[in-house]
């Protein structure tokens, strides 16, 4: 039976089998907003259904709606999508244990969740509070109408639709994905005109069809920012991985006008990890697409401007004025620049794994795909703590994950907490000093041969999912002799410009070099691009924040 207090205000409503859970999360609810906020509860997904209906018939507002997941008859996911048809607007939270994240991780695309909220939330001033306080921000800024969706009509070996899934979902951009094979998928192509020989459709929320859309002009129709809204700032920030972020959230809360230039997601290769559990201050990990929606907001709360789907192709210098430019030869100028564009992983020269690329052959987590993978046998190729994260990730629902690693064991690698998870799944497999030789396939992987690197010996295995983690090649090649890079392409900056004590040939202050400015004064390098990085996410984050705190220093003397 739902309960509610005073009928004149907006509706946060909660639902949880458990009577007492679901009291105490009332309680808390109402201590923090019970003065703004009509706090309803229900203990069933039947009759928190039934509430929502009664709320609608009477025309009141529904802000935000919390349900626990495991619930009897319904659980979480399913009340959730049956409530997203009555309040469509309403801002969408699940209540899970750490077992479930990866029901929570599907409930994404599934009722497009907005957060999940582990159990037990206390204190509620730091686990819950400021979830809701930023959902309701963002309800509130909607105008409390429906929130249209994105329509994505793919097949599930289309290499343009996997690539599709995966920029809609890690810019965090609601979708719904269906296939062209399917009934509905059939009515959406003919709809918009398509054969479905080209795809994916996408239609986006005001009915504009794209066939085989770039990711320009599909960040340009679902709403993200592409266009710098001013010529000239102070700070411009090439890259939005955690350092990227960082410097963003650092510069824009202290004052200068910032702007930072994705190529593709907010995130870098931490936004697709599946679980960081080695992160300050989050005891039960998260997730990298969680890790990278805080920051986002939080640097747009801040002022700073977000860019998306931007490629940056050159970087030059005129006067006092640092020039970044872009492919469709546009350009930004900043009085200073922080190079922030992280790594890729490296691609797997065996033959045939460039053809099979988002058929089967993946590089990175794509949590995305991820989904299809639930009852199949997976290899994952690395030996590095991306892959050790990837691997226990998948594990939770793929009958087998065979790791292949080049060298003799983990340990020279990989991080001990993660071995130890490794080592306590039962369905992950190891096979140290093992490449991957080729890769076959049709329309999709279908087989691996792979080559032990000790006895030569080769061995063919069936095989439809490979996730490839094997090194990191910085994302520098456009800067090309503009600042000082290493033979790998990893940038110089700070002591690596002076090992004799001397500054470059090139540089022309009288001061050396910041500690992360590179051989271009006003020009800074922060994360994984950088020469003797640390290669992890919070040294990342604090070389953004330190390379704002060195911009300010170059302005002042500027």
Known sequence: MAQATDATRTVILTVDDDPGVSRAIARDLRRRFGGDYR???????????????????????VAVILADYRMPQMNGIEFLEQALGVYPGARRVLLTAYADTDAAIDAINVV??????????????????????????????????????????????????????????????PYRWYSSDEPEGQRLLAAAGADGRRLPLVITPDGTALIEPESTELAAHVGLATTP???????????????????????????????????SATGGQ???????ENYLGFPDGVSGAQLTDRARRQASRFGAEILTARDVTGLEVNGPARVVRFSDGAAVAAHSVILATGVSYRQLGAPGCDELTGCGVYYGSSLTEALSCEGQDVYVVGGANSAGQAAVFLARGAKSVTMLVRGESLTASMSYYLIQQIDEAPNITVRPRTVVKEAHGEE??????????????????DAQWMFVFIGAAPLTDWLGGTVLRDENGFILAGPDLTPDGRPPAEWALDRPPYYLETSIPGVFVAGDARARSAKRVASAVGEGAMAVMLVHRFLEQS
């Open 39 to 61: 706090i309803v509860r229900a203990e069933s997904g039947e009759s928190a259904l039934e509430a929502l209906r009664e709320l609608k018939l009477r025309g009141d507002l």
């Open 270 to 276: 931490a936004g697709q990890s599946s679980r960081i």
């Open 112 to 173: 497009d969740l907005d957060h999940y909220l582990l159990k037990p939330w206390d204190p509620p001033e730091e686990k819950l509070y400021p979830v809701l306080d930023d959902l309701l921000t963002a309800w509130r800024s909607s105008d409390y109408r429906p929130v249209p969706t994105t329509k994505l009509v793919g097949h599930r070996w289309s290499a343009p639709s996997s690539r599709a899934r995966e920029f809609l979902a890690r810019n965090q951009v």
């Open 444 to 461: 999709h992987l279908e087989r691996l041969i792979l080559r032990d690197t000790v006895t030569g010996a080769t061995e063919v295995v």
């Open 229 to 263: 809204t001013a010529a000239f700032y102070d700070l411009v920030i090439i890259g939005g991985g955690p350092a990227g972020l960082g410097s963003a959230v650092y510069g824009a809360s202290e004052g200068l006008r910032t702007v930072l230039v994705e190529r």
